[in-house]
């Protein structure tokens, strides 16, 4: 069955980084795009990032592009998330989501998800 394993969250203080992993197994890797979405203390889901399948095409939401990098290795099966200049506003739980911008809130592939908390 799919199976997508987060890690790397954390607390950390406003300006610092940090690197979001996702282990994927149980689909062809390959052959999805993928995205990382996150929910906020309160609220709903909110997608974050996407990546084609083949890791040529990348979009992010408005309030962290510039700041969060995308990027995937088919090879090893995994989806990454750099994310520098952290703001407190990006507190949230961060989940790994099999699919693209609408797939990855409406559909039910995610992993359980990683706590990154940002202290001002």
């Known amino acids: 069955q799919v199976q997508l394993v987060e890690s790397g969250g954390g607390l950390v203080q406003s300006g610092s980084s940090l690197r979001l992993s996702c282990e994927a197994s149980g689909f062809i890797f390959s052959n999805y795009w993928m995205s990382w979405v996150r929910q906020a203390p309160g609220k709903g889901l909110e997608w974050v990032s996407s990546?084609?399948?083949?890791?040529?095409?990348?979009n992010y939401r408005d309030t962290v592009e510039g700041r969060f990098t995308i990027f995937r290795d088919n090879a090893k099966n995994t989806l990454s998330l750099q994310m520098n200049g952290l703001k407190p506003e990006d507190t949230a739980v961060y989940y790994c989501?099999?699919?693209?911008?609408?797939?990855?809130?409406?559909?039910?592939?995610r992993g359980q998800g990683t706590q990154v908390t940002v202290s001002s």
């Open positions: 990546i084609s399948n083949s890791g040529t095409s990348v």
């Open positions: 989501a099999r699919g693209g911008v609408t797939d990855s809130i409406r559909g039910n592939y």
